[in-house]
């Protein structure tokens, strides 16, 4: 060990004799100063300028963490641009030797060749250690300029960064051994550094050497390090393919001092290789592989919730995926084999896979198409081919084989993939049950953990709530997408946020014809255009005395329509409409203000800090009247929103909201001076079980137009629904807030810091070096 530490030694005091690793040194610091001092100071001043103005400032609105050193890309902008150095630091390793025509005493010296190489890589490890000491320079300075950082995912980040740099390191060693010039060199491992960098996208669309080239691959390596999640299969990466390199050196100066076949040379390379990918392989299967996540909360692991789930699978039947992709359907691009390692089982299923490492997956290529789904966009964009040919030109155009995709006939005696739109899908069956993951068509596409808890659930055989919405009164639609109707919600198989998406079965239920199940956990009754008749009105009071849970929604003008029935709960919609005057809308929109009750819907809302603070949050309820409560039937009502007193009345007669604003009229019946209650919940006991009912008198504020642009609207929309249900979805997974919210420094502070890491210390460090090196020419 002496002598590998004298190596060592020689070669770390080299490189400060070197003009080129002061001036790495510089850049990679003043790099370095500028990316974390900019967004230091900006927040140091905004902070100071909010303080001052606005005393009730709470702090960032998301983590500081996170906004410094990753969504303004520190961590990510080093770690990317190390390429551009490392090669040129290690071009002279070994090459050095031959132009110096030292490499012969080295070769001939009693020094263990082994012992030689494994020096000069610690030498050049020593000198990592310095831009390590850079990068903690700025981490520590983070940790003590925000208040309760992230230090977790900082340290991790600090280990992925320093685990790069050593394998880049030893990647330029064996580049050193092959040339006696140092540029060939610093080209070669630029070029093996691109390779490995992109050799993860290359092949990708065959089995054998897709894992192959996956294993491989330097890309994203440090990704998850990065954010704070180290997992054993990327620290064993590193770690192998730095042995790798080091061994391709050892072998190649071996071979040079040797004379033997090139067969045995060539196998030596080989049998490195071999044994590198086995040992890759081995780590990267899911039930061999680490994880520690060392983010403050967590924040890298599913939800403790659905890690119970997951232990609900008995691990005598297998959980199997089946991924579904349509060549002429949405996603295809995510559904091929190319995205599958990258995007599929590494961006989707392995923080699932990290808790059950046996789910088996599938796969299945097709090409069908149902006009109705896309109103014959594929047939216009064709003109006059049938499908087959489409296919075939799809195919060619993605450069791929038609004969990996199966016909429709032959797919559909598989699985009928129609009710699903032909999009990219997921199947899961456990136990002979199945159920449907979906794809989504926005920018994340694949389902979240709302969405995977609400499946696995599924497959699990869990009863899932009932919600069924009465039609045949010409209520709103829970299938049309128009603005008006409910399908968003409530049952679009497109919308991750739907019930059906997140843990509900929905249904609709003509009462003229059909009875209300048993099991049903909720009926809606949304907005009826017509006299609810004898027969529907008798089912739906029976259910409301049996302790049926309720939720009962009209509109202005129609108040006849439901009071009827409302008034077998103790409960009538006020006649006329609510106005609120403002200047930017029509009088007809109304914002109340959500109350305290609210907490009590779900438990997204009862973790609400603005709710909690009495913060004030407003609803949109376009078009609405006021509920008043007569207790009569025993309920206990609470009101969900308020509106302002001083800013609503309630116009009795006909409103005209395109025209002047009508005149407030007390001799027509107006209403003013005091609030109104547009939403309200009730509670009573009926046969040992607590009935609940929700009442609106608004039923725009749950169309598809208003849940779509509004989050207010949607969230208390479906906490309605949650509560209606007993709260059993969807399943409420709440992270810790961050608490790394405030600098600890001002803005002056922050601009002095700006000038010594930007400007001072790089002088110092130019200073120094300059000095150092002039001493030593001198010399």
Not at 360 to 387: I, Q, V
Not at 623 to 631: A, L, N, R, W
Request: proline share 5%; net charge positive.
């Amino acid at each position: 060990m002496k002598v590998i530490f004298s190596i060592a030694k020689n070669e770390f005091r080299y490189l400060f004799y070197s003009p080129i690793a002061w001036f790495f040194l510089l850049v990679f610091l003043v790099q370095c100063a500028v990316f974390f001092t900019g967004p230091v100071y900006d927040w140091a001043n905004t902070q100071e300028i909010l303080l001052k103005n606005m005393p009730s400032y709470t702090g960032a609105a998301e983590s500081l963490t996170k906004d410094i050193f990753y969504t303004k890309s520190f961590l990510h902008i080093i770690t990317r641009n190390l390429y551009l150095f490392i090669p040129i630091l290690t071009m002279g390793l070994i090459s050095r030797e031959v132009n110096s025509g030292t490499t012969a005493l080295l070769f001939s010296s009693p020094v263990n060749l082994r012992r030689v190489v494994l020096g000069k890589y610690i030498g050049i490890m020593l000198y990592n250690l310095l831009l390590l000491l850079i990068i903690t320079l700025f981490l520590v300075a983070g940790i003590v300029e925000i208040k309760h950082a992230d230090h977790g995912m900082l340290l991790s980040a600090a280990l992925g960064f320093y685990l790069l740099i050593c394998t880049y390191s030893a990647i330029g060693m064996f580049m050193s051994c092959l040339s006696s010039y140092q540029i060939v060199s610093a080209l070669a491992t630029f070029v093996v550094l691109f390779i490995l960098t992109h050799i993860g996208s290359l092949w990708q669309r065959y089995d054998f050497v897709r894992d192959l080239t996956y294993l491989l691959s330097l890309q994203n390596r440090t990704n998850k390090m990065l954010y704070g999640l180290i997992v054993t299969k990327d620290v064993i990466y590193f770690v192998v393919i730095t042995f790798m390199f080091m061994a391709f050196t050892f072998i190649r100066l071996q071979n040079n001092r040797q004379s033997k076949s090139s067969f045995i040379k060539v196998g030596r390379y080989l049998a490195v290789f071999v044994v590198v990918v086995c040992i890759g392989y081995v780590s990267s299967r899911p039930a061999l592989t680490g994880y520690w996540d060392t983010s403050a909360g967590n924040q890298n692991t599913i939800h403790a919730k659905t890690q119970a789930t997951l232990r609900e699978f008995s691990k005598d039947s297998a959980l199997e995926v089946t991924l579904y992709t349509n060549l002429l359907g949405r996603g295809l691009g995510r559904g091929m084999p190319e995205a599958r390692n990258s995007n599929y089982l590494d961006g989707l299923w392995e923080p699932y896979l990290r808790f059950k490492p046996d789910i088996r997956f599938k796969y299945e290529y097709y090409y069908d198409n149902d006009p109705a789904h896309d109103d014959s966009a594929l047939y216009r964009g064709f003109p006059g081919k049938p499908l087959t040919e489409i296919a075939t030109e799809t195919a060619e155009l993605i450069d791929a084989s038609l004969d990996m995709f199966k016909a429709p006939d032959e797919m559909r005696k598989v699985i009928d993939l129609n009710p699903e739109g032909y999009h990219l899908v997921m199947q899961l069956k456990y136990k002979g049950r199945t159920t449907f993951l979906r794809t989504y068509a926005d920018t994340r596409c694949w389902p979240d953990e709302s969405n995977m808890i609400a499946a696995l659930k599924r497959v699990l055989g869990t009863d899932m709530p009932q919600v069924g919405f009465v039609t045949g009164e010409l209520e709103r639609s829970i299938i049309k997408t128009g603005e008006r109707e409910y399908a968003l919600h409530s049952a679009h198989k497109g919308m991750r946020v739907s019930l059906l998406n997140t843990g509900f079965d929905v249904d609709t239920i003509n009462l003229s014809s059909q009875d209300i199940p048993n099991d049903l956990n909720a009926l809606i009754l949304a907005d009826p255009k017509m006299d609810l008749g004898p027969v529907v009105m008798d089912k739906l009071k029976n259910y409301i005395d049996k302790g049926g849970n309720l939720m009962v929604s009209s509109e202005p003008g129609k108040q006849y329509v439901v009071n009827p029935l409302l008034s077998h709960l103790g409960v009538q919609l006020m006649h006329g409409q609510i106005l609120q005057p403002t200047p930017d809308e029509t009088p007809d929109k109304v914002f109340p203000l959500l109350t305290k009750a609210c907490g009590g819907l779900s438990e997204d809302l009862a973790a609400s800090k603005k709710l909690k603070r009495g913060d004030t949050i407003r609803l949109l309820m376009p078009g609405v009247t006021g509920i008043t409560v007569t207790g009569e039937k025993g309920f206990r009502s609470d009101s969900l929103a308020v509106t302002l007193a001083d800013k609503t009345w309630l116009k009795a007669g006909p409103v005209v909201i395109d025209s002047i604003l009508p005149p407030f009229n007390p001799m027509e019946g107006d209403i003013g001076g005091h609030s109104f209650k547009p939403l309200q919940k009730m509670t009573r006991t009926v046969n040992g079980k607590e009935q609940r009912v929700v009442i609106a008198g608004d039923a725009d504020f749950a169309g598809n137009l208003r849940v779509g642009d509004l989050p207010v609207n949607f969230t208390i929309l479906m906490s309605s629904y949650s509560w209606l249900t007993n709260n059993q979805f969807p399943v409420f997974m709440p992270r810790p807030d961050p608490r790394d919210l405030f600098m600890t420094i001002g803005e002056r502070t922050a601009y002095y810091q700006k000038i010594a890491f930007v400007w001072v210390l790089p002088a110092i460090i130019l200073i120094g070096g300059t000095v150092l090196l002039i001493r030593r020419k001198r010399k």
